[in-house]
Structure formats: structure tokens, C-alpha cells
């Protein structure tokens, strides 16, 4: 899109699932003229992403790969000006990076579990948007950039086995519906994509990598696939600068519900 052209987009949790898979998208939809500054804890994943895009798009993407765990606000607040000087004028912040580690329900949550879960998918993504958003408000009209949430059905429809997952997505909702009005007189855009069931490591990691358990979600489904998300996380980047595609829920056909699923077994 032209929109995009210019543009310095970075991702967090960028080394998998949605995040790497919106690193593609950008580079595929403006392969001549983009910063991508890929963020993530498992940086060599991050260099093979950036070696891919090369080999896919060509030079005219510039990747800027950079070790980050967003559970940590001292590397939040040093993100910025650890960057290249010609990476750190961001125009768009995805906050990708999330997870859940476990079905247990109260009282049963390890404590550890809800701190990180806390850490990464709350803490994590208020920190990242005070970090970028003072670069956004430089801008004319008070202000110009995209913040997009990585929200979640879960977000929206608490379910059973979920109370702190459900929770945590639910904050962020309430974070993003907030922010998007205090910067009503901005030319801010604050911007959620809130997926169903996507195919990702995402339940891998919840069943701690219990395959048999893992692989049982998505029994007789077809979810979504991270480049299915990428594609509405990038459509909602490239919109001419008055259209906010404010709250998106996404799910695959079978799926109407967080758990009104239909299963062909
Ligand atoms: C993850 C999707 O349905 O497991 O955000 O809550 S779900």
C-alpha cells in the first residue's frame, strides 16, 4: 500500500506465530521502502527472518534485528534509544508479543506463571506504548503513528480454564478503548485485531509441550493461520491516515464463539 512506503514498523515477538508472520506481510506488501525493526528473546530465530525477507523481497527492506523480552521494563525503556539512529523514528508499534503457560484454575495458578503472564501480555504492552508513543507525539496534529494490540476472543468472552489469560487480554482491551480516547484530538492510531482460534505456538506453549494435549484444540478445526492475521494487522497499517480500523474480531469459519466451536471428528 502506499501508505506504507517510508514507513519504520517494529514487532514484537517477532520470532514466530503472528509476529513473523506480520514481518513477511510488510515486507511483501511494501517491498521497496520499509524499516522493520524485528524485537524478540530468541534473536537467532530473528536473524534467519531477516536472512528470508532478503532472499524474498530483495534490499529495499531494511531489517533491524534486536534481542528483547518485554517482560522487562529496563530493556523497555532502553529499546529506543538502543536502536540504529535511521530505525528509531517508528511510525507503527505491533504489540505481538504474548502467552499463556497452563489451564489451571484458581487456587492453582503457579505464582511464577502469573507474574510472566502478567509481565509479558499486560506490563509488557503498556511499557512498549509509553516507550513509543512520545516519537508518535513529536509529530504535527498532535501526534501521528499506530499503536496495534494483538487482543484476543479471550479478551472478550472469559472462559473456563483461562481465568488469567482471559484476564490478562481483557486489561489490554480496556488499555487500548482508554488510549484510544485520550488521543481523540491526535492523529494517533490506536488499533486492536483480536483473532479466535489462529494455528501458532501459542498452544504449545499452554499445554507446555504436551502434544497430545496440544494438538487436541484444533481437533476437527481449521484455525486460522498467522499469515491469515498478518494480513489484517498489515491492512489496518496501510489505510489512508483518517480510517482507524479501531476493533477487529477474527475467527475461522467453524468458530463463532470463544467456545461455540464446530468440530468435524
Ligand atoms: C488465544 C486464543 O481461544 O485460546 O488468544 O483464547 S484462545
Known amino acids: 500500500a502506499r501508505t506504507l512506503a517510508g514507513k519504520t514498523i517494529l514487532i514484537t515477538g517477532a520470532s514466530s506465530g503472528i509476529g513473523r508472520s506480520t514481518a513477511f506481510e510488510f515486507a511483501r506488501t511494501s517491498p521497496s521502502n520499509l524499516k522493520l525493526i524485528l524485537t524478540a528473546r530468541r534473536v537467532e530465530r530473528l536473524q534467519e527472518i531477516c536472512k528470508a525477507i532478503r532472499e524474498e523481497v530483495g534490499e529495499g527492506v531494511e531489517v533491524c534485528v534486536k534481542g528483547l523480552d518485554v517482560s522487562r521494563p529496563e530493556q523497555v525503556s532502553g529499546l529506543v534509544d538502543s536502536l540504529p539512529r535511521d530505525f528509531q523514528d517508528i511510525d507503527v508499534l505491533v504489540n505481538n508479543a504474548g502467552f499463556m503457560s497452563g489451564v489451571e484454575r484458581p487456587p492453582d495458578i503457579p505464582q511464577q506463571v502469573i507474574d510472566d503472564v502478567w509481565a509479558t501480555n499486560v506490563t509488557g504492552v503498556i511499557n512498549m506504548t509509553q516507550a513509543v508513543l512520545p516519537i508518535f507525539k513529536k509529530r504535527p496534529d498532535g501526534g501521528r503513528g499506530d499503536v496495534i494490540m494483538l487482543g484476543s476472543i479471550a479478551g472478550r468472552e472469559p472462559y473456563v480454564g483461562g481465568t ?62 498467522p499469515d491469515d492475521v498478518a494480513e489484517v494487522i498489515v491492512f489496518a497499517a496501510g489505510r489512508r491516515e483518517n480510517v482507524v480500523l479501531a476493533d477487529t474480531l477474527m475467527f475461522p469459519s467453524h468458530q463463532a464463539s470463544a467456545t461455540h466451536i464446530h468440530r468435524r471428528l
Open 164 to 225: 488469567l489469560y482471559c484476564a490478562s487480554k481483557t486489561a489490554i482491551r480496556s488499555f487500548t478503548d482508554a488510549l484510544r480516547k485520550e488521543l481523540i484530538a491526535t492523529r494517533i492510531r490506536v488499533i486492536s485485531v483480536d483473532p479466535g482460534q489462529v494455528l501458532t505456538e501459542f498452544n504449545d506453549i499452554r499445554y507446555r509441550f504436551d502434544r497430545e494435549k496440544a494438538d487436541a484444540v484444533y481437533a476437527g478445526c481449521n484455525p486460522l493461520s
